[in-house]
Each structure stands twice: as structure tokens, then as C-alpha cells.
């Protein structure tokens, strides 16, 4: 079973930047195959995808977010980052990390993000 776990500042200031944490246990990030992803959820709205780290490191983003986010790794630690600047007051929501391979798929709990001056 994999598990992931977020974790985060919770409240970050207009304008600054933001940086997010996913352990990963279970699995090997760079086991094949796998995706490691960043989806949020604003309040009172759908979920929005944000990008994905792949097993063998490539990134891809929502192109709307694009120019805004970093997905990185480190393999010897099993966790992803998820880092965003130039943050927005709409930019706040529940952040979630979660993992895909086909015929898996695996979510955290979730770490809610404010911002707020």
C-alpha cells in the first residue's frame, strides 16, 4: 500500500513562494511506471491538476500553471516537492499529492494552503 503525507507552511503571504512536501512510502518514486502528482482543490471547488514528476523524472505541468510551478525529487528521501511562487489569494485550496500507475491510484490526506497577508 502506498501512502503519501503533505506537508507545508499553511499560511503563505501574497506574493511569496510556496513549498510543499510529499513523503512517499510503499513505493520507490523512481519504481517504474510511476507518476507522482500535485492536484489542488479551492474552496468550494472542483479539483485542478497541477503537474506530475514521472519514474524516470520528467515533469509536465497545467500549461494555466506552467510558468509558476516546480515539481522536483529526491530519490533518497522518497519524497516530491512541489514549489509555487508569486502566490495569489486564489491560490488557496487543499493541496494534494498523489500517485498513479495504471490500475492504482493513491491519494494523501491533503495540506491546506492560505493565502493571506
Known amino acids: 500500500q502506498v501512502q503519501l503525507l503533505e506537508s507545508g507552511p499553511g499560511l503563505v503571504k501574497p506574493s511569496q513562494t510556496l513549498s510543499l512536501t510529499c513523503t512517499i512510502s510503499g513505493a520507490s518514486i523512481t519504481a517504474t511506471y510511476y507518476a507522482w502528482g500535485w492536484i489542488r482543490q479551492p474552496p468550494g471547488k472542483g479539483l485542478e491538476w497541477m503537474g506530475l514528476?514521472?519514474?524516470?523524472?520528467?515533469?509536465y505541468y497545467s500549461p494555466s500553471l506552467k510558468s509558476r510551478t516546480s515539481i522536483s525529487r529526491d530519490n533518497v528521501k522518497n519524497t516530491v516537492y512541489l514549489q509555487m511562487n508569486s502566490l495569489k489569494p486564489e491560490d488557496t485550496g487543499v493541496y494534494y499529492c498523489a500517485a498513479h500507475r495504471t490500475g492504482d491510484d493513491y491519494w494523501g490526506q491533503g495540506t491546506q494552503v492560505t493565502v493571506s497577508s
Open positions: 514528476i514521472n519514474y524516470d523524472g520528467n515533469t
